[in-house]
């Protein structure tokens, strides 16, 4: 019976001096795409009808996610990291105080998709539905870049992000007009803005295609890297 004891304190012992996890770093994400909750409404929510995206559980892997509403000035002060998707359509407002948090130091990553081919249950023209091409023009116009979206019909554009070749459907290529923006691959733009950097790829669909698990692991790696990538 001591003996029992002596070990059952010993596994209870362990178990208290055993160092908890590293909180993971935090990660907003502005997105018009169904990631969070799904497509259901606010009773499925409530009684657990919806689940995250499968792409937004293997990001969270390496991050905090949490969603971000509105990128108005007050919201983007708690912000270090950004990740947009495809949101909807932001306000004026918006558009400058992004731009002004970037350039104070802020690092986000921006899917700007000019062709979504996300499967979406809501039907078109519902509000709730993420654009079918990117709403985000006059920020990276502002910033010195136009899209160029791809022909009808086009194959999917092999992309080379980093250390990962991504196939992006329904893309674009960025062209640079003017200012800091480096094109570094058709569908990847870079730009250093102030103290801070807007990295933008021209597609969304990447980030979760369909039936393809390892066509995502590779297009999380890529934005993973993208994120912690100090140098790009």
Not at 180 to 186: E, G, L, M, T
Request: glycine share 8%.
């Amino acid at each position: 019976m001591m003996r029992r004891l002596v070990a059952a304190l010993a596994l209870l012992c362990g178990a208290c001096s055993a160092v908890p996890p590293a909180p993971k770093p935090k990660l907003h994400i502005l997105t018009a795409l169904p990631l969070f909750w799904g497509e259901g409404d606010v009773a499925d929510v409530l009684q657990n009808r919806t689940s995250p995206a499968p792409s937004l559980k293997a990001l969270s892997g390496s991050w905090d996610v949490v969603a971000l509403d509105m990128a108005d000035a007050a919201a983007l002060q708690a912000v270090q990291k950004l990740l947009v998707i495809q949101p909807p359509r932001l306000a004026p407002a918006e558009l400058v105080a992004l731009d002004a948090w970037v350039r104070q130091g802020g690092h986000v990553v921006i899917l700007a998709d000019p062709d979504l081919r996300w499967p979406q249950q809501r039907p078109i023209g519902d509000p709730r539905r993420a654009p079918a091409a990117t709403l985000l023009s006059p920020l990276y116009r502002h910033w010195g870049l136009d899209l160029q979206p791809d022909a009808m019909g086009s194959a999917p554009r092999i992309a080379r992000i980093q250390a990962w070749t991504l196939a992006l459907p329904g893309s674009g290529q960025w062209v640079r007009a003017s200012g800091p923006c480096q094109v570094r691959d058709p569908a990847l733009a870079i730009c250093q803005l102030g103290k801070g950097r807007a990295v933008l790829i021209a597609d969304a669909d990447f980030f979760q295609p369909q039936g393809d698990a390892a066509a995502q692991a590779r297009g999380i790696a890529a934005i993973n890297g993208l994120l912690m990538d100090k140098n790009l």
